[in-house]
């Protein structure tokens, strides 16, 4: 895989924890997440057969096989806090990495769905930017115009209920993902209701520019693999919603007055909200009713997922770093 990506762009600091104390916690530093310490950038047991070839070069990260185990290689630094966002070619350059990932599902180096969480385990053991990091788990820059959508998202939906022509209420309804199929949480809406094909194993969620007023905000492509994902999303950017037309058992295009869009639950004090895409810890308080989120910085506290286990995320609660921080889902807040 080349990116393009010129040596310069990539200054992204990746700093890889080698002291041999382990402490089972997460660091917020500035803008980025720590892994525990003693974490190494691999994770075992990655795949259930061994085969050669399956190795992802790129910039400016490298995946590389020691039989089962895969290993995460990272080239060059960038610090995300004097670069103030990241660029559009480091963007570019994690999501060409993370769907050459993706597509070792497609030649046999991995199985059906080991992708997602090898992916979610490679980010969790290197320190990383958390916007990098949430760039690396979840498809969903702004470039691409797309979300991968599955576990741990929810697709949600709402319309508005008219009575005489007036807005007298709205109904919502939301779908849990696992591999393609949507289960609702809730009670069903004949109004809004998502059936994807029979076979369907991957979705990705379009936010289309409307270029007529026919045309529809959000698109859900849905496909039997990551190869005929990749082939309706590249006629998608060509075509609009005209593919969508000319090919309906690949779009499911909801009516233009509903709204469905994407969200990551997170359980807060005990109750789960739905953060939005790219959501932080400041839109998961905010959601739970809380208007000034630094109020309760003090006695905040939070688990994020780490091999399979919610550990601690140790931050300063003085400073605003962990407010930024992006979550990536299975997050679990709690504060007084």
């Known amino acids: 895989m080349r990116s393009g990506l010129a040596p310069a762009a990539v200054s992204l600091y990746v700093l890889l924890t080698s002291c041999s104390a382990h402490t089972s916690a997460y660091r917020v530093q500035g803008s980025r997440i720590l892994p525990p310490q003693g974490a190494k950038p691999e994770v075992h047991a990655a795949r259930k057969m061994k085969k050669k070839g399956c190795d992802v070069a790129g910039e400016p990260f490298e995946l590389a096989w020691k039989g089962r185990t895969a290993v995460l290689r990272t080239h060059g630094a960038i610090d995300m806090e004097e670069a103030g966002r990241m660029p559009l070619a480091l963007l570019q350059a994690v999501e060409e990495f993370r769907q050459s990932v993706r597509k070792l599902e497609t030649n046999g180096c991995l199985r059906a769905g080991e992708a997602a969480p090898l992916l979610a385990g490679l980010a969790a053991q290197v320190a990383l930017p958390s916007a990098l990091a949430y760039e ?61 094909p ?15 007023p026919a045309d529809h905000d959000a698109i859900l492509v849905t496909a039997s693999d990551s190869i005929a994902l990749d082939r309706a999303s590249a006629a998608i950017k060509q075509e609009g919603e005209n593919y969508c037309r000319a090919h309906p058992g690949v779009c499911i295009v909801v009516p233009r007055e509903v709204g469905l869009s994407a969200e990551l639950p997170i359980r807060a004090n005990g109750r789960m909200v739905g953060v939005p895409v790219r ?36 931050f300063d609660a003085a400073r605003r770093d962990i407010l930024s921080l992006m979550l990536i889902g299975g997050e679990e807040l709690n504060w007084q």
């Open 198 to 212: 029979a076979g369907t194993t991957h979705l990705r969620l379009f936010f289309l520019i409307r270029r007529s």
């Open 136 to 196: 690396l788990v979840h498809a969903s820059s702004p470039a691409q115009g797309y979300i991968d959508i599955e576990h741990p998202f929810q697709l949600k939906l709402v319309r508005a209920v008219r009575t005489g022509g007036q807005i007298t209420g709205f109904e919502t309804a939301r779908y849990a993902v696992r591999r393609g199929a949507l289960t609702p949480i809730g009670p069903e809406s004949e109004q809004l209701r998502l059936a994807p």
């Open 279 to 314: 959501g932080t810890v400041a839109d998961a308080l905010r959601e739970s009713g809380v208007r000034d989120p630094m109020s309760v910085a003090g006695t905040l506290r939070l688990t994020r997922p780490y091999n399979g286990k919610p550990i601690p995320v140790q």
